[in-house]
């Protein structure tokens, strides 16, 4: 079977069984793993975020009192 790289239709069904196993696997696994990642890099940027505010509220009220004298 030259169109098949030489293998055989059980061995092609077999692989692509294993692969399919081996990617339910990873997702099992690395999912969680990057949700946990996911919900670390959300905390900082929120965290970060409430900092640039806090320091705008402060920058915004100190030209304000500049221009009020």
Avoid: F, Y
Avoid at 20 to 40: D, F, K, M, S, Y
């Amino acid at each position: 079977m030259a169109g098949l790289g030489g293998r055989s239709l059980e061995q092609l069904r077999k692989r692509s069984l294993w692969n399919h196993e081996v990617g339910r696997a990873q997702t099992a696994v690395i999912q969680p793993h990057l949700a946990e990642h996911a919900q670390r890099i959300d905390a900082e940027l929120v965290r970060h975020l409430g900092v640039l505010a806090q320091a705008h509220t402060s920058d915004t009220g100190l030209h304000r009192d500049l221009e009020n004298g």
